[in-house]
Nanobody, 116 residues
């Protein structure tokens, strides 16, 4: 059973920063891609940022230049550094890992609230 655990969410003022962490109970080398998704109230879940096994990076247009995805292979952890946060970034953020058999593993999510 693969466990995906997110952390780092919280309340931050507009313009502030947060770093989310996602730790997986299996070597991240075994996954084809990993990513961060978010879901705001009343909206569909959307891809925020992704990183492939070949280190190809993908970002939603709305976060380009503000968010950075990275990984620490030794710690089986993927990070999402979020800068210049806006109220519209408020959402539950989910970590996803997709393995070579196209199986998806999700965490339970971490809430990010951007508000003054």
């Amino acid at each position: 059973q693969v466990q995906v655990v997110e952390s780092g969410g919280g309340l931050v003022q507009p313009g502030g920063s947060l770093r989310l962490s996602c730790t997986i109970s299996r070597s991240i080398f075994s996954f084809y891609a990993m990513g961060w998704y978010r879901q705001a109230p009343g909206k569909q879940r959307e891809l925020v940022a992704g990183i492939s096994s070949g280190s190809t990076l993908t970002y939603a247009d709305s976060v380009k230049g503000r968010f950075t995805i990275s990984r620490d292979n030794a710690k089986n952890t993927v990070y999402l550094q979020m800068n210049s946060l806006k109220p519209e970034d408020t959402a539950v953020y989910y970590c996803n890992a997709r393995d070579m058999d196209n199986m998806n593993y999700w965490g339970v999510g971490t809430l990010v609230t951007v508000s003054s």
